[in-house]
Nanobody, 114 residues
Framework: QVQLVESGGGLVPPGGSLRLSCVGS????????MGWYRQAPGKQRELVAA???????TYADSVKGRFTISRDNAKNTVYLQMNSLKPEDTAVYYC????????WGQGTQVTVSS
C-alpha cells in the first residue's frame, strides 16, 4: 500500500521559516517525479515546487528565491524548505509522487500570521 505522509506544518509569523517533509512508504520516491502543491481556502490547488527523478527543479514564480525542494533518497523523503514566509503562503500543502499514476499525501496546514 502506497502512502505519502507530510509533516512540518504549523503557525509561523511573517518572515519565518518552516521545513515540510514528505515520507513515502510502499513506494520508492527516487523513481518518481515529486511535487509540492498548496491549496488555500476558496482557491484551486497550485503547484509550488517540483523535482524530477533526474533532479531538475522548478518553482512557482511566487516562491522563487524563498522555497527550496530537495530529496533525501536514503530516507525516502522529499522536503520543502520555506523561508521568508508571507501571509499569502497560508494553505494546506500536499506532496505528490507522479509517474504513470499520481499519489497524494493527506496535507499539512501552514499558517503565516502575526
Amino acid at each position: 500500500q502506497v502512502q505519502l505522509v507530510e509533516s512540518g506544518g504549523g503557525l509561523v509569523p511573517p518572515g519565518g521559516s518552516l521545513r515540510l517533509s514528505c515520507v513515502g512508504s510502499g513506494i520508492r520516491l527516487n523513481s518518481y517525479d515529486m511535487g509540492w502543491y498548496r491549496q488555500a481556502p476558496g482557491k484551486q490547488r497550485e503547484l509550488v515546487a517540483a523535482v524530477t527523478n533526474g533532479g531538475i527543479k522548478t518553482y512557482a514564480d511566487s516562491v522563487k528565491g524563498r522555497f527550496t525542494i530537495s530529496r533525501d533518497n536514503a530516507k525516502n523523503t522529499v522536503y520543502l524548505q520555506m523561508n521568508s514566509l508571507k501571509p499569502e503562503d497560508t494553505a494546506v500543502y500536499y506532496c505528490q509522487a507522479r509517474r504513470l499514476s499520481a499519489y497524494w499525501g493527506q496535507g499539512t496546514q501552514v499558517t503565516v500570521s502575526s
